[in-house]
């Protein structure tokens, strides 16, 4: 089952083993891959005790990641925060407030939110941006679908322009827009 | 039976037929998905637990048990099972899948044996079978399992 979520509403999602223990809190997410997908989570403390802990979880210790709690087996599977952040690259999705382009040279708009898609695999399918004028939407957040694979700096991400055709209002629908954007990219679609 | 009919459940002794405490609190094994003792008020001495296997019989009107010297202190397993913060009754239940799947409003048990059978919450009724596990922060239940 495919779920779509916002990665702000991800952070401090609790931490809660099969025993039914909440064990810390998510403080981060660690991307892999470019930015490509969800690496990891780099952990908190809960309630009196909340503040960053020395301990990360991977991907690959996650028994399911839901809108409501991050479920792992047991606290065995929590690791350090080195282990975790180590094996992504070095770039952590640190793309909050960077400016989207098309490669016609369009400015759509800066990064709000990461949307995720969560399967066994937790992908960026897309953004959240508060639009530019040239996207029409009255410089409302917006969600604009991403290719498999983007080219992003530190600066900005390039976008196909292809791209505006498939901006969505909000999360309900989105998941097809994306899949359409990429199937037109790939060559397939009708148009 | 539920919880929230069996709670204040008096109980008696059948030796000298007297009262010999109140139910307070059940304390469910999530390992056996079944109720493993009671915590009671009221009763005549410093002990307050009651082991499920101690009882003669969980009736419709009361519980009974042989004598009141079975209502002893809690120790180990059963202590942290009946400890406040392990309570069912209002307990956040959460899927495998992290889902929360509301609060327990109330608990379906079998008297003769103490099997939950079914966990009540204000959105969903879950049977017994699908519990996972049982901690300070959450039920967690597995709902495809049988």
């Known amino acids: ?191 | 039976m539920r919880f929230s009919e069996a709670k204040n459940h008096r109980v008696m002794s059948v030796g000298d037929a007297t009262t010999v405490g109140r139910v307070r609190r059940f304390g469910v094994d999530p390992a056996t998905a079944s109720i493993a003792g009671l915590k009671l008020r009221k009763t005549p001495g410093e002990g307050d637990t009651l082991a499920w296997s101690d009882l003669e019989a969980f009736g419709r009107d009361a519980v009974t048990i042989g004598s009141a010297d079975r209502i002893t202190r809690a120790s180990g397993h059963l202590e942290r099972l009946l400890a406040k913060d392990h309570a069912v009754l209002g307990k956040r239940v959460l899927s495998v899948a992290g889902v929360d799947l509301g609060a327990v409003q109330d608990v379906d048990f079998d008297m003769a044996s103490g099997a939950v059978l079914t966990v009540i919450t204000d959105r969903h009724e879950i049977p017994g079978t699908s519990i996972v596990g049982l901690g300070t922060y959450a039920l967690v239940v597995d709902p495809a399992r049988p």
């Open chain 1, 1 to 191: 089952m495919s779920v779509l979520m916002r990665a702000t509403e991800v952070i401090r999602r609790p931490v809660v083993t099969m025993a039914g223990e909440a064990v810390a809190q998510v403080k981060d997410i660690v991307y892999e891959g470019d930015g490509g997908h969800v690496g990891g989570f780099t952990l908190a403390g809960r309630g009196m005790f909340a503040g960053p802990l020395k301990v990360g979880l991977a991907w690959e210790s996650v028994s399911a990641l839901g809108s409501d709690a991050l479920m792992i087996r047991d606290e065995e599977v929590v690791e350090s925060i080195e282990q975790v952040v180590s094996r992504s690259a070095a770039r952590r999705g640190d793309v909050l407030g960077s400016r989207v382009m098309t490669d016609d040279g369009t400015e759509l708009g800066t990064i709000t939110d990461v949307i995720l898609d969560v399967t066994e695999v937790a992908d960026v399918i897309g953004y959240e941006i508060d639009s530019s004028p040239a996207l029409g939407k009255d410089g409302r957040r917006v969600l604009i679908p991403l290719p498999d694979t983007l080219s992003i700096s530190g600066e900005a991400l390039m976008l196909p322009s292809a791209a505006t055709e498939f901006v969505s209002d909000d999360l309900a629908g989105f998941g097809a827009a994306v899949q359409e954007f990429r199937t037109r990219l790939a060559g397939g679609g009708a148009t």
